[in-house]
């Protein structure tokens, strides 16, 4: 489609959506302090409505130890309580199975819990890889439409800046940190606003208010045009284009500016 | 229980095809669509520019009552909204009801957004007659509508990123008439949602132009419609039923 609107003779604009992610980067302290919460909610929103939202959030960055190790327990436990859903279409369905064996015959990647999900119906699957083997394969990075988490674990701060700094664009990007994970949440920021239309702390990204203020969109290939958001009042600029009047008589004037 | 007769509306025309496809909902029964031709899209898109000229240089106040006519009209219909919806996607009838109420509260939140005049950032550059070398001439700049845009439906929001979505309802906000390529996998919706906003082009005495929807079912329609020298492109929210069909 694209293609398509870059090939005519007089090319037109085109928005579309190709992907999200949607990564939570899970700082210490918040995983410390409340990772069993946090995991909870996570599988919450990432089997919401079979996870097939646009901003449904994918991965989970933390940092290895107990804790994570933990975190994905908890995760695992209560996305297996997930009744299996019926998915939107049957090519949605079977493209989610596909997206699933890809994951699972990736190298260096952990089943922490596996389903079986037959005709229209999508049951939740959970994977665990490390930062140094989701760097190695991009295949990774690529999003799959519905409830299909992963967690990635990084040995340190900067194996966690390493990853977002190899994000492709996001619609959304999500912090968990509390008040003693302050310093390193500023150093993971800028990385952040590079990245994503909209950037969350302590929330879960599926959700989108329609405002004044929200933007749906991002860098490509969370939207061909990084420029636009889709909900909001402000995605109305996508359909309008500034022109200046010079010297132009009142009476021919466009009415708004007479 | 809500029948659909499977039509393209097409510049305030039901309009049908002996070529069909049928609906494979999640649930009851399945009903044949008219699939899309060139020549549909042909029309839609001659008729959404004939109505530019009119729709995209009326008033803000028009197009605002127009939009919460449309919201008007597809509250009319809830009942039989998230009946076709829930059958056609799978999705639970809450979820319907939630994403119509969405759907309505975009409608009118354009409508209120555009009644501000902010959207249109009007700049002003007095005249500068003494100004050496040359003087400055006035100059003023706003925001003026595209022209057409072709809408394509997504297959996870069936109401709020569909026919009468977000997308839809900023491009009628802004004063662009509006070509949609229905999703296929709730074709019934669509055309329910359509009717709702014929309805809303009947009582505000809109040029009919300013809205079609044809349907799916043949992958030409969305390519003639992306190559139709007239129109601009807004894909809906999520591109899968391209990836994997």
Redesign the interface.
Known sequence: MFDLCAARPEPIPFFGELGSVNPMFIFEAALNNRGEEIAKGWAGSLTMGAGQFCTNPGIAVVLAGDKASAFSKTASEALSGAAAQTMLTDGIASAYREGQARIASTSGVREVLTSTCDLRNATPYLYETTAKNWLANEILAEEVFGPLGMIITAQNMDEMREVALNLQGQLTCTLHVDNQDATEATRIMPILERKAGRILANGFPTGVEVSDTMVHGGPYPASTNFGATSVGTLSIRRFLRPVCYQNIPTALLPRDLQ | MFEPHGKHLIAGNWVSNDATFNS?P?SGKSFAYAIGRVSDVDKAVKSAEDAFWSYG?S??AERAAFLNTIADEIDARAEAITQIGSSE???PEM?LNGERG?TI??LR??AT??LQ?D????RFDA?LPDRQPLPR??????????GP?AV?GA??FPLA?STAG??TA??L????PVVVKGHS?HPGTGEIIAEAILAAIKKCNIHPGVFSLIQGGDRKV??AL??H?L?????G?????????
Do not use: W
């Open positions: 494979s999640a240089y008033s803000r996607t799978g999705l979820r969405r509260g975009q939140l354009f957004h555009i005049d959207y249109l950032d009007i005249a001439p006035e100059l003023k700049m706003v925001q003026r509508p595209i845009v394509f297959s996870n990123f977000g997308d900023a491009a906000a802004a004063g662009c996998a969305g390519s992306v190559e020298c129109i601009f492109v807004q894909q929210l999520n591109l899968f039923h391209f990836l994997v069909s």
